[in-house]
């Protein structure tokens, strides 16, 4: 019996609730909780009119306001809350759980949404001199919860999306029964789908570009080495996709990865791209478009990004028009028993087969199907650890299980072809 409170209701929201639906063992009661209610009252009617045995209610909340959380939390009083919001909301919901003692869950790690508030704009900047890499995001915001978490006796789990998530338990699963040492990882993230638009995004438009369009960077040898945006670029030939282009990007889990695992000599993170979204993204980057800092527009203050969010299509309606694979796992290298070995671990997903069963693309599929597996191991107990912790932290055997039975298998290629 378990009783989980999801916020936000976007395209991620939308197949986690329905695939811990599907998953009515340990998802007994859910409400459903945003900021637009009407998505949550839409998607109860879907589920209710599938037949769907879990309870459902849904309320209006204001996730950047502990006061209006902690209310809620206590109303509904659940054993978990999963955070499919966005990342600005990430540490006033992790406030709300600590002080009502409910387990928390995320997919993606904190950043602000006002990235010139003078305190956290001071924080970031020796942060970047310190660190060495200058991403608006990092962990160190959420793994300051841990005493906090620890004492309160309740598990914070970040990022159980698929990358970050899913890429994480790869690399656990890749220790635990392959290696002795892992010594380099590579994560490749292709998406081979087409949705007929000249540029859209896939999720959060403007957490996608302020993602994107930042420097890239790579963990070598114990520190980071920054590159500028799409610097390094590699050909890549995906099984069930083809040859694309990817660029190296700064991604979170690198950040966990190099602290959890500091034998791995090298992390990179590489992204495929089209000409097409990467045109439009440097041309929008160069007019200012991809600014987060407030313009005054007669005589209204608005946020170039948030403008243009406003102009892009929902990448939640991007489930009927988009056809095509996603590919994405881990290339290791590493020793076992003396010898040197390699592997890929991967997971293909089809964009359409996604619309068919849930009503979305694959990216949003590929990310709430994680976000309802790590809920359900928490709620269950499988991965209730008071503190705070990626995914690699945790035996990774009951989520691999996880991913096979919720609609995303994988690989696994002893002989890889390695990325130079
Ligand atoms: P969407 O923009 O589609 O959905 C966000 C939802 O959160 C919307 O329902 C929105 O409400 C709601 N919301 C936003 N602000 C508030 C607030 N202040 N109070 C209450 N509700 C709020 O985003 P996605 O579904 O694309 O992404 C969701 C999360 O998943 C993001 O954190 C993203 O970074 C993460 N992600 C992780 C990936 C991974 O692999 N780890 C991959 C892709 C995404 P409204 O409807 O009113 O706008």
Redesign the pocket.
């Known amino acids: 019996m378990g009783r989980l409170l999801v ?7 939308q197949v986690a609730i329905q695939k811990c639906a599907q998953n009515n063992k340990v998802f007994t009661e859910m409400c459903l909780a ?3 209610v009407s ?1 949550c009252d839409a998607l109860k009617e879907k589920l209710e009119k599938q037949g769907c045995p879990v309870k459902i209610t849904t309320a209006t ?4 306001d502990v006061k209006d959380l902690v209310k809620l939390i206590k109303e509904y009083q659940p054993d978990a809350v999963l955070n ?6 990430d540490l006033t919901i992790m406030d709300a759980c600590l002080e009502c003692k409910v387990d928390y869950i ?3 790690n904190y950043e602000p949404e006002d990235t010139d508030e003078p305190v956290w704009r001071a924080a970031y900047e020796k942060r970047c001199k310190e660190k060495g890499f200058t991403a608006y995001f990092d962990y160190s915001y959420q793994w300051a919860y841990m005493d906090k978490f620890k004492e309160a006796g309740i598990t914070g789990l970040l ?1 159980t ?5 899913v890429t994480s338990v790869f690399v656990a699963y890749a220790k635990k029964h392959y290696f002795d040492e892992i010594h380099t990882v590579d994560i490749l993230d292709c998406n081979g789908g087409d949705h007929g638009y000249a540029f859209a995004t896939n ?2 438009p403007e ?1 996608n570009l302020r993602e994107v369009s930042a420097n890239g960077s790579y963990w070598e040898d114990g520190h980071w080495v920054e590159t500028k945006p799409m610097e390094i670029k590699r050909v890549y030939d995906f099984d069930k996709v083809g040859q694309k282009d990817m660029y190296l990007l700064h991604h979170e889990e690198i950040e966990a990865l190099g602290r959890n695992f500091p034998e791995i000599k090298r992390i990179r993170f590489f992204m495929t791209f089209g000409q097409s979204y990467l045109d439009h993204m440097r041309c929008l980057e160069d007019v200012g478009m991809l600014s987060t800092s407030p313009i005054n527009f007669e005589g209204k203050e608005i946020v170039p990004i948030q403008f243009l969010k406003a102009l892009l299509p ?3 309606s991007l489930g009927p028009r988009t056809v095509g694979k996603t590919n994405i796992g881990c290339i290791f290298t590493g020793v076992k028993d003396g010898k040197e070995k390699t592997l890929y671990i991967y997971n293909v997903c089809d964009h359409q087969e996604c619309y068919k069963e849930l009503g979305s693309q694959a ?2 599929y ?2 709430g199907v994680p976000a309802m597996i790590g809920t359900a191991l928490v709620m269950s107990g499988q991965w209730k650890k008071p503190g705070v912790y990626t995914t690699d932290e945790f035996d990774p055997d009951p989520y691999m299980e996880m991913l096979n039975e919720f609609g995303l298998p994988w690989v696994v290629d002893e002989n890889p072809v390695l990325v130079d």
């Open positions: 916020i936000g209701c976007g395209g991620v929201a945003s900021r637009t998505k909340v204001n996730a950047d499919v919001a966005l990342p600005y909301q995320d997919t993606a990022g999306g698929f990358d970050p998530g999720f959060n957490i929902d990448p939640a990216i949003s590929t990310t």
